[in-house]
């Protein structure tokens, strides 16, 4: 009997790679279950908000070029939301006659526009403002540089409202 126990081996104990294999798998386990939280903590704030902008002397051709519907990205590739109406008017500065009173006039040819539209976006309901995922802020006065498919164009964002249900 002594000689069968001698080829078996005493009892092994853990190694560092069984440790290691354990503690991998902690951190899976924990990492997933913090993620589960986090979504729940965060969706119960998340809302489908409806921005309106304005694009102020833009070229013609970003005007054209936008259409109800189109996906809207943010610079860092992050999907923000879905262009909704859009209104396209010539651009007017003012400028003032001999007298010192004011005088609409327009660019030539309405080589400018002024755009305005909404867009709809999830964002998350935080301390009396708005965040997309990313953590932008989103509110009346900031300025965000937005992309579709076929424009990238600056816009100056004039409120955010939750969408009615």
Same mark, same amino acid.
């Given at each position: ?86 209104? *396209? ?13 004011? *005088? ?62």
């Amino acid at each position: 009997m002594a000689e069968a126990r001698g080829k078996t081996g005493k009892g092994r104990g853990l190694t560092a790679l069984d440790i290691a294999v354990i503690i991998i798998l902690i951190a899976v386990v924990l990492s997933v279950a913090l993620r589960l939280v986090w979504d729940r903590i965060f969706s119960a704030d998340r809302k489908d908000c409806t921005v309106s902008f304005e694009v102020s002397a833009a070229k013609s051709a970003v005007g054209s070029l936008l259409a109800e519907g189109d996906a809207v990205m943010l610079p860092d590739g992050s999907r923000l939301g879905t262009l909704g109406a859009v209104s *396209v008017t010539p651009a007017v500065f003012l400028a003032t006659d001999a007298s010192g009173g004011p *005088v609409e006039a327009r660019w030539p040819e309405d080589t400018l526009v002024d755009i305005s539209g909404t867009l709809t976006a999830e964002l998350y309901d935080r301390d009396g403002g708005f965040l997309t995922k990313g953590g932008l802020r989103i509110c009346a006065g900031t300025v965000i540089v937005l992309h579709t498919r076929t424009a990238d164009f600056q816009v100056t964002v004039t409120g955010v409202e939750p969408a009615t249900e």
